[in-house]
């Protein structure tokens, strides 16, 4: 089945950051300078004398460790990009890694592509516009079992203009002040890639859906993985919802998390993705907030759930 799916491998390498390739598979690594240093994750290094010889270059996209023993092992190779590293580390083929890379695009942020010096930027910048020519009554809308007001809140629609998301449910993302600083864009029609962002939005820095979170003066907050499982959850009954838009927690969303509340309940997608997603965001926010993990079944996803059984899982939590 796989072989059958369509792969951009230099829009991949492109728009994910090697970064989230690293914190998804636990690898530690400090700055020194422009670059990233830590011990070697892949299977081929069997040194124990050379420690901190994985080095990455951000600016690149790219890797090597030049451990002797490790670059034998990879024909004298030492290093490559993202595709490279997801295949040695999962030991698969460059295009089986590649569709990896595709299905946890929605849990990575596209690389952005600026000045060293730019990359620090704590921020988003605001939109100085708003897309017209939304279709709030889209077929696609009901399908996912969204209500008129659900789509009226969050402002959802299928785009019919021009530019990079037409033909895409689009998707208003705001920053915790509630400023409009993104579109994302969901195909309709099975289309790769699924969801796309503007170049240079960083997905890390935002938690989708946290400013109406805070206007409810909630001091817990159910934490999901995707846009339309926060819908869903709100739509339940239970608007103190965000959404990481993906499944790992940067450092920023850890920290906007901790600053607003007092206690997470996490609700991510019943899939190696999410279980994995689960013990990092409980990783990261141990000592800092209570986290509280909620189980979903094998291949279940929380906007695939009735409010009903929405309500079950999460009313023994939020009883007051």
């Known amino acids: ?14 728009d994910v950051a090697i970064e989230q390739v690293l914190q998804r598979y636990g690898v530690p690594v400090r700055r020194i300078g422009g670059e990233l240093r830590g011990p070697c994750p892949l299977p081929t290094h069997t040194s124990r004398r050379s ?31 993202i595709l490279d590293l997801v295949a040695l580390i999962e030991g698969c083929s460059v295009r089986d890694a590649a569709l990896r890379l595709q299905d946890w695009s929605s849990a990575m942020p596209i690389r952005r592509e600026v000045p060293a010096e730019d990359t620090t930027a704590s921020s988003n910048v605001p939109l100085h516009f708003a897309l017209q020519h939304i279709d709030r009554h889209h077929p696609y809308l009901a399908e996912r079992g969204l209500a008129a007001e659900t789509i009226r809140v969050f402002g959802v629609g299928f785009y019919g203009g ?23 864009g969901r195909a309709t029609d099975g289309e790769e890639p699924k969801y796309r962002f503007p170049r240079g939005f960083r997905k890390s820095l ?3 859906n946290l ?5 409810t003066g909630a001091r817990t907050v159910i934490v999901v993985e995707g846009f339309f499982d926060a819908l869903a959850v709100h739509q339940a009954g239970y608007p103190a919802v965000v959404a990481l838009m993906g499944s790992t927690l940067s450092r920023s969303q850890a920290d906007l998390l901790t600053t607003h509340f007092d206690r997470v309940l996490l609700m991510l997608d019943g899939d190696d993705a999410g279980r994995h997603g689960a013990a990092g965001v409980t990783s990261a926010l141990a000592g800092r907030i209570e986290v509280i993990t909620i189980v979903l079944d094998e291949g279940t996803q929380p906007d695939q759930l009735p409010a009903l059984a929405v309500r079950r899982l999460l009313g023994a939590y939020l009883r007051e």
């Open 211 to 215: 400013h109406r979170a805070l206007t």
């Open 206 to 208: 935002v938690l989708f």
């Open 1 to 14: 089945m796989m072989a059958t799916m369509w792969v951009d491998f230099k829009q991949i390498k492109t």
């Open 162 to 184: 021009r530019g990079f998301l037409r033909g895409r449910i689009v998707i208003p993302i705001n920053d915790e002040r509630g400023e409009l600083v993104a579109y994302a």
């Open 51 to 81: 420690r901190d010889s994985f080095s990455v270059n951000p600016a690149r996209n790219a890797w090597s460790c030049r451990s002797q023993s490790c670059m034998q092992a990879r024909g004298g190779k030492a290093g490559g990009n």
